[in-house]
Each structure stands twice: as structure tokens, then as C-alpha cells.
């Protein structure tokens, strides 16, 4: 079993930065590949980024060039730096960890952003 504790989020004006962090627990050795999903209001949950053990990053359209994901070497905790916010990155943000047959997600934590 794994469990995701995030930490950060909260309220940033547009064109502001946000780090959110979220730290692995249990059978992290299972998990292949760790991740962050958003959800707005009324919306899907949606892909923001997604790293591997390998280090390979991935990003949403929207996230590049703005946000980063990285991971520390013992794989236990991810991190996503996000600049140049903008009201429409407004969501609940999801840790999210998969691997060994099972998809993890975290508690979720809000992120404001106002114009």
C-alpha cells in the first residue's frame, strides 16, 4: 500500500509561483512513475505532469514552459514548481503515484489563483 501526503497549494495572484510537494509513504518501491492531475470546478481531473524513475518528465500542453515537475533521488517526494500562474490554473491539484498494479492518489490540495 502507498500513501501521497501533499503540502503547499493556496491562494497567489496571476503571474505569481506555487511549489506544491507531495511525500511517499509505504511501498514506495512499488511505484514506477509519480505524477500531478488537476480538477477545476465543473471539469475533468486532468494530467498536469508526470515523471519516472527514469527522470523522463512529461507536461501538459498548458503546463510547458511555465511548470516543472522533479523528483528527489531516493523517489520519495515530487515536486511541482509552478510560475506565471493564471486564473485558470484555479484546481484542486492531485499527487498521483503508479506501479505494481495499483494507481495512487493523494488527499488533493487547492490552488487559487486570483487576477
Known amino acids: 500500500q502507498v500513501q501521497l501526503v501533499e503540502s503547499g497549494g493556496g491562494l497567489v495572484q496571476a503571474g505569481g509561483s506555487l511549489r506544491l510537494s507531495c511525500a511517499a509513504h509505504?511501498?514506495?518501491?512499488?511505484?514506477?512513475?509519480m505524477g500531478w492531475y488537476r480538477q477545476a470546478p465543473g471539469k475533468q481531473r486532468e494530467l498536469v505532469a508526470l515523471i519516472t524513475n527514469g527522470g523522463s518528465p512529461n507536461y501538459a500542453e498548458f503546463a510547458k514552459g511555465r511548470f516543472t515537475i522533479s523528483r528527489d533521488s531516493a523517489k520519495i517526494t515530487v515536486s511541482l514548481q509552478m510560475n506565471s500562474l493564471k486564473p485558470e490554473d484555479t484546481a484542486v491539484y492531485y499527487c498521483?503515484?503508479?506501479?505494481?498494479?495499483?494507481?495512487?492518489w493523494g488527499q488533493g490540495t487547492q490552488v487559487t489563483v486570483s487576477s
Open positions: 498521483a503515484g503508479g506501479g505494481g498494479g495499483g494507481f495512487y
Open positions: 509505504g511501498s514506495i518501491r512499488v511505484i514506477a512513475a
